[in-house]
Structures are given as structure tokens and as C-alpha cells.
């Protein structure tokens, strides 16, 4: 097999393998949709026109490939390669990429029918130009096709294939400003942006073997089209691989791991300075001790700083910890539309500060007019904002800062009310933390991809408007306020200090001061109260009927004759030695004598006498029952 055979068939298999890799880059966007039941983040204007740029690129494919009459006049331009290098894969593949086009194109149109919750787009003004504009193109060739000798129809191709280039340097733009003005790419597939970047990069590999096996490379000019399309997708392909995996990256995992290193480290920094604090109080009352008070004041204010540290440092862990528990939350909520409405909504409340600050009021309506430099089209001198947004009337589509206070909107919160107070709370500790925490920076630019640099900069200034509900925690900005102690807060510390440590210091025993007369008694005689002010406990005449019962009873109890056989001077309640162990073979109880002269030896008792069935005798039984009376 000679080497043309060899490159022809590499051709070939280069030719089928990026049209399998470009056909199947069309389906990552298709099941994405689906899977998220949702448009949102995949622009509706790439889709027209990557929808007419297929359309195009296959009329010009079939014509190559179809038309007689384009195939003698091309071979007529290019005698040293007559056959043109368009390959049926190029034609199949334009034609099944227009198919799933207009599959796409339905989840816009039809997106009740496809049971799709996203918001509802519209095609921007500029876009329509550009359709329009191109089937105009089309038309005055052909009609120009038709009246002029010199302009023959395979320049009419060639103006279709011209079409599909500059529909495909355009169909991109549109989808790289969404994801630029949403700072994220969710919504849109980056798998198919990985296939057609392969698919592209063998698009020109077999456009350059076609040309070296014809040895003429004058065929990848002629056949311009194929040439550019694969240039201008691999340069759009690395754009939004570069927006994906560096600008806009969804840092998930690192969110999860920087908190789980920075609560151990928080933890850490509270044992160490709660250990630090308990060295300068013992310190502290040595000094109260010995009387240096002028010293031990101005050093109380360290320990002071010090407890206040510790629960800022508490604080912020708790806010870490549920940030920890709601991280799939957060992320799920930040990086899809809603994330892109609370960045808005903060870019809003920031647009509308700074118009205070300068003096120049509020109107409805400011921040979408004006505010957001980097969506509003006012403020552009392209105009970028007017031309992919929907020419003017209201979008439906996030692409500039809404007016949200004004519709009420600041009733909600921005992502969860929770992590809303948990994020500005970090980011208003950040800059005044007690301890460089280098956790603590890393957390603090997750949560500005999260929130946005807008929310971050009212964060730390504490100025979210009031409509939002949101406010920095007042015990976390109490406690992160400079402001030397006061001075009874100082004698407060120093009382406990020598308290806990035994000292006796001047400043712990308080002048209570004279009593009121009120609670004042005279002489101490109950019946002596001059006018009878302080009340006196009513005594009830008589003894109650219990007290009168059980004094009868005693009283019965001594009359009663004792049993036979109970001797005098001894007691009838009997102690049981303990069991006799290998240590204590004979165990004795030792008892108080009842004539108080020490203690007296108590033996073990006999047992009583008992009738042969185990019962005691009567007598037994008298003796004991008169015991418990006594």
C-alpha cells in the first residue's frame, strides 16, 4: 500500500472521528437541559444562531458536493486540485447538527411542553439584525448571481460559507457575555465544549492532510470555510474552557475543606489564649497582693481584650460550623440563577450607597439604568448591554442589576437568611480579627465568588439597606469595636480576680451603706412597732387535731407494761456482725455505750428461739413489737 493510500486513510478516519466528536457535542447541552429542567445559563441567542450558522454550512456543503455546477467551476479555479476537499461527513454532520439545533431551539419556544421552570428569553435586538441581516446578504448574491457575468454561483457558496464564519465568531460572543456578567457557567454545558474542541482540532488536521496528499496547499484555501471554522472554535473553545475551569471555577470541594481546617484552627487559637488569660490572672493578683493596683489595672485590660477575643473567635466558629452543615446548600443556591439575582441585588444596594455618599439621591430605577458598570450599556461606550439584552423592554433574563428594592424584592433573602447573617458576619470579622488566620482570607474569597464583591464591601461596613432585613450580629460588632475598657468593667475584673485567687484586695468589700428606716425594728420588742407598720404572723389559738392525736398516743406507748424477759440497760435493737471473711474470721461491731464511757462490745447475738417450723415464739414476738414502740 503506497503512502497516498496510507494519508488517504487517515483522511478518511479523521474526517468521521470529528464529526462523531461535533455531532455528539451538540447532546451534553440537550441533557443538561433536561437534567435541570431548566434554560437558564444557556443563552438564547447562541442557539438561533448557531441554528442559522448550521443551516448555512450545510446548504454550502451540499452544494460542494451536489451541484454540478459549483464542482466545474471550482475545478476550474484550482486545476492542480479539481476535487473539492469537502467530505460527506462534513455534509451529515451540518445537517444533524441543524436538526438538534432546532430541538434546542424548542426548549425556548416550547418550554411548557417540555415541563422547564427556567425564566422566559427573548432574542436580543442585535441578534435579529444579524439574521436579518445575513438573509439579506444571501439574497442581493444570488440576485447578483443572476444579473452579473463576471459573478458566477460558486461565489454565492462561498458567500453562505463566509455567513457560517462570521455566525460562528458571533453565536459565542453572546454566551461568553452571559457568563461573564453571571460569573459562573452554570447552565451551560462544558462538555460539549470539550468535544468540539477535539472536534475541531481534527477538522484541521484532516484539512491538512487533504492538502498534502493532493500536494497542492492551495486546497485549504480553497476551501476557506472549513479553515476558519475550525480556527475560530478552537479560540472560542479555550475561552470557555478558560471562564470554566479558572474565572468562574464552582470551588465546592474547597469550600468544605478550608472550613474543616479553619473551625480546628479557631479552636485552637481559644484554648491557647484562654491558657494565656489564666497566666495573666495569676500574675494580676500577685500584683493586687502586694498592692501595685496602678499596674494591675493597666494590665487588666489585656486580659480584658483577651475574653473578648475569645468570643469573637466563638462566634465566628458557630457561623463557620453553619456554613459547614449548609455548604451543598450555599453552592447549590450560589451558582445557579438565584446567586445571580442575589449579586445583583447587592450590586443594586452598593450602586444605590455610593449615590448617597456622593450626594446625588436615589431614583427607581437607578441602579439598571446607570449602576452596574459591568452590565449596564449606558455606561459602556459599546453598548454591550443594550445589544445582547433584549432591546430595551423588561428582560426576563439576569443580565443587569434589576430594580429590586423597588419591587419589594428585599423582603427575601439574598440566598438563605441564615448564611446571608453567617457571611456577613465573616466578612465584617475579617479585616478586625483578633489573629491572622490565613483560613480565615481563604473562606473570605469562597464567599465573595458566592456573594459578590458588592455584598462583601456592605458587609464590612455593616451598610446593607434596611429594607433587607440583614444586619452584622450587634454582639459581633460590639465585640470587635476598639475601645478601651470602662472603668467599672476594670474594678469588675480586678474584684473577681482576687476573689478567685483568695487575695484580699481593697476594692472587694463594699460600703452597703445604713439600712432604710423602713426595715429598721427599734428595740427589738414585736409589740412595741410604733403605729403598728410592720405586719405581724397571726398565732392560731388551740393545737391542731394531729398534734393532739399523736401526744395521745405517745402517752399510751408509756403506759404500756413491758414484756416479760426484756432486761434494764439494754438495748432491744440488736446489730447483725458482719459475715466472717479469711481477713476477719471473728468480725465484732464496735457501738457507742449508752452511758457515754466509750464503746462498748456487742456480741454476736444468739439466735431466738423458734419453734421447729422457723416461727418465733410469742414471747419473741411481744419483745420486738414493743422494741419499734419505743
Known amino acids: 500500500m503506497s503512502s497516498d493510500t496510507w494519508i488517504q486513510s487517515i483522511s ?56 454540478p455546477v459549483v464542482r466545474t ?18 455534509f451529515v454532520y451540518a445537517l444533524h447538527g441543524a436538526l438538534i439545533c432546532c430541538y434546542l431551539r424548542s426548549h425556548f419556544l416550547c418550554a411548557r411542553f417540555w415541563n422547564f421552570k427556567s425564566k422566559p428569553q427573548r432574542v436580543s435586538n442585535l441578534i435579529l439584525v444579524v439574521f436579518l441581516g445575513c438573509m439579506g446578504v444571501v439574497y442581493l ?44 457557567t452554570a447552565g451551560f454545558s462544558i462538555g460539549a465544549i470539550l468535544l468540539d474542541l477535539a472536534g475541531a482540532a481534527l477538522s484541521l488536521m484532516q484539512l491538512v492532510l487533504d492538502s498534502s496528499l493532493q500536494a497542492d496547499w492551495s486546497g485549504t484555501v480553497g476551501n476557506v470555510t472549513k479553515l476558519l471554522l475550525g480556527n475560530i472554535t478552537l479560540l472560542f473553545d479555550l475561552v470557555f474552557i478558560f471562564q470554566h475551569f479558572v474565572l468562574y471555577r464552582e470551588r465546592r470541594t474547597k469550600l468544605t475543606s478550608t472550613l474543616h481546617l479553619l ?76 446567586g445571580v439575582e442575589a449579586r445583583n441585588r447587592a450590586k443594586e444596594a452598593w450602586v444605590e ?23 449596564s450599556g449606558k455606561r459602556s461606550g459599546f453598548g454591550f448591554g443594550a445589544l445582547f439584552g433584549g432591546g430595551g423592554s423588561k428582560r426576563e433574563e439576569t443580565v443587569a442589576v434589576e430594580s429590586t428594592g423597588v419591587q419589594g424584592v428585599g423582603d427575601a433573602a439574598y440566598i438563605d437568611s441564615a448564611l446571608d447573617e453567617a457571611a456577613a458576619a465573616i466578612f465584617y470579622a475579617y479585616p478586625r480579627f483578633p489573629a491572622d488566620v490565613r483560613e480565615l482570607t481563604i473562606l473570605r ?15 464590612q461596613d455593616d451598610r446593607f ?44 468589700a463594699e460600703e452597703l451603706g445604713e439600712a432604710p428606716a423602713e426595715f429598721v425594728d427599734g428595740d427589738g420588742d414585736d409589740d412595741a412597732t410604733a403605729g403598728g407598720d410592720v405586719p ?38 440488736s446489730v447483725a456482725p458482719p459475715g466472717p471473711r479469711s481477713d476477719n474470721p471473728n468480725p465484732r461491731v464496735k457501738v457507742p455505750d449508752g452511758n457515754g464511757k466509750g464503746e462498748a462490745e456487742v456480741e454476736p447475738r444468739s439466735p431466738s428461739k423458734t419453734t421447729k417450723g422457723g416461727i418465733p415464739e410469742l414471747d419473741e414476738l411481744t419483745r420486738r413489737f414493743a422494741a419499734l414502740k419505743r
Not at 451538540?26 to 448550521?54: E, K, M, W
Not at 461565489?155 to 452571559?178: E, R, S
Open 536 to 573: 405581724v404572723t397571726p398565732r392560731k389559738e388551740g393545737r391542731p387535731a394531729d398534734v393532739e392525736r399523736r401526744m395521745s398516743e405517745t402517752a399510751e406507748l408509756n403506759r404500756a407494761t413491758p414484756p416479760k424477759g426484756l432486761q434494764s440497760g439494754k438495748s432491744p435493737v
Open 141 to 184: 448574491a444570488v440576485l447578483w448571481a443572476l444579473v452579473s457575468a463576471s459573478w458566477e454561483w460558486i461565489d454565492v457558496v462561498y458567500v453562505i460559507g463566509m455567513i457560517k464564519v462570521f455566525l460562528t465568531a458571533v453565536k459565542y460572543t453572546p454566551q461568553v457575555i452571559m457568563n461573564y456578567r453571571r460569573q459562573s
Open 353 to 375: 450607597m455610593r449615590r448617597k455618599e456622593q450626594g446625588l439621591g436615589s431614583s427607581p430605577g437607578s441602579a439598571a439604568s446607570g449602576g452596574d458598570a459591568a452590565g
Open 73 to 90: 467551476q471550482y475545478a476550474q479555479r484550482h486545476p492542480q486540485s479539481p476535487k473539492p476537499t469537502v467530505q460527506w461527513n462534513d
Open 263 to 338: 473551625i480546628p484552627r479557631l479552636r485552637l487559637l481559644q484554648k491557647k489564649s484562654t491558657a494565656s488569660s489564666v497566666v495573666q490572672r495569676r500574675e494580676l493578683s500577685h500584683l493586687l497582693s502586694e498592692n501595685k493596683d496602678a499596674s494591675a489595672r493597666i494590665r487588666v485590660e489585656n486580659v480584658i481584650a483577651t475574653d473578648i477575643a475569645v468570643e469573637v473567635m466563638e462566634m465566628v466558629e458557630l457561623y463557620c460550623e453553619l456554613i459547614l452543615a449548609r455548604a451543598n446548600v450555599l453552592d447549590q443556591n450560589a451558582f445557579s440563577e438565584k
Open 465 to 508: 439597606p434596611e429594607a433587607d432585613g440583614l444586619k452584622v450580629p450587634e454582639r459581633l460588632v460590639k465585640g470587635l469595636r476598639v475601645k478601651p475598657p470602662s472603668q467599672e468593667l476594670v474594678d469588675s475584673y480586678l474584684r473577681e480576680i482576687a476573689r478567685a485567687y483568695g487575695v484580699a484586695w481593697g476594692g472587694d
Open 12 to 67: 478518511q478516519i479523521l474526517g468521521w472521528a470529528y464529526f462523531v466528536l461535533w455531532s455528539l457535542s451538540f447532546y451534553p447541552q440537550v441533557l443538561h437541559n433536561h437534567r435541570r429542567h431548566s434554560t437558564d445559563g444557556f443563552s438564547i441567542d447562541f442557539a438561533l444562531l448557531n441554528l442559522l450558522g448550521l443551516t448555512a454550512y450545510t446548504i454550502f456543503n451540499a452544494c460542494f458536493l451536489f451541484s
Open 445 to 459: 474569597g469562597l464567599l465573595a465568588d458566592r456573594y459578590g464583591k458588592e455584598f462583601m464591601t456592605l458587609a
